[in-house]
């Protein structure tokens, strides 16, 4: 096919046109909306590098799934923010906990709306590490029974799926077991099967005051220069039971996005991280680019490269953008 027989621009000179053989096909229904909650009533703290979110105590938190439950969106992730803070993060699996209070009050005015929570001790634990330490190492195994823990917690509260972001070994396995020995097989693990250490992480350590006391988080995030490593990282994760599996971040993993989507045949779901966000934010307050365009392009590439699923917090502003 070549010019002068084949003129591609002959498709593109209306927007009849482009929309007519348009590829791809961005949708409401693909976006989850992201919320922090924190304890205390009407507080509502601005997360700086975050323009538009918040810190959300539990009734703000509320008012915020109601709008996205407005719009369309037909799920949210929770994450949440303690009061206090340990070495092993039990404010996590507690059952008045921050996201289980949160959970049970959008359940109790959304039953509807698809409530994720995500399960880690990050937030929790006061060295901001994702797992037990020891001295200055995170202990794998001795973290599988809190994280099962805190997902059976979030269950009980009425959380629709949990979503392990931790990294450790085995910890599907260990949470879909201890939810179908309590009688919840039917709720669904989303795994973040492919994460990697980014630093595009940033503004979201800021919103979830988790930020690591020391070191990094390279023992168990996935070093961002590996790709078969992804690959193995998701097959275990099916094979332990995991429901949908996640690639986080999505804009510097496209490829890693596609190849998951080309070698498996779950949900595959992408996490639209807050540097990323962070980054068109600051881009567009300066005059630099389009902010709806930019995001839209985004959200669009994300979706080509194979995400049946897009965790953003643009997700409200694109769900603006879409419905007609």
Known sequence: MLFPDYRPRRMRQSEAFRRMVRETHLRVDDLILPLFAIHGKDVKNPIPSMPGHFQLSVNHVVKAAEEAFKLGIPG?????IP??????????????????KAVRAIKDKLPDLAVITDVCLCEYTDHGHCGVVEGHTIDNDATLDLLARTALSHVKA?????????????????????????????????????????AFYGPFREAADSAPKFG???????????SLEAIREVAM??????????????MPYLDI??????????????????????????????????????????LTAIKRAGADIIITYFAMDAAKEIKP
């Not at 949210?76 to 949440?80: C, E, P, T």
């Not at 392990?164 to 599907?172: E, K, L, T």
């Not at 990094?216 to 961002?224: A, F, G, I, K, L």
């Not at 994760?237 to 999505?250: L, Q, R, S, T, Y």
Request: overall charge negative.
């Open 158 to 198: 009425g959380a629709d799926m949990v979503a392990p972001s931790d990294m450790m070994d085995g910890r599907v396995t260990e949470i879909r077991n201890a939810l179908d020995e309590a009688d919840f097989s039917h709720i669904p693990i989303m795994s973040y099967a492919a994460k990697y250490c980014s």
């Open 76 to 80: 949210v992730i929770l994450f949440g």
């Open 216 to 226: 990094d988080r390279r023992s168990y995030q996935m070093d961002p220069a590996n």
């Open 257 to 298: 996005i596609c190849r998951v989507r080309e070698e498996f045949d779950l949900p595959v779901a992408a996490y639209n991280v807050s540097g990323e966000f962070a980054m068109v934010k600051a881009a567009a307050e300066r005059g630099w680019l389009d902010e709806k365009r930019t995001m839209m392009e985004m």
């Open 237 to 250: 994760d099916v094979e332990e039971g995991a429901d949908i599996i996640m690639v986080k971040p999505a």
């Open 83 to 100: 009061p206090k803070k340990d070495a092993l993060g039990t404010q996590a699996y507690a059952k008045d906990g921050i996201v289980q």
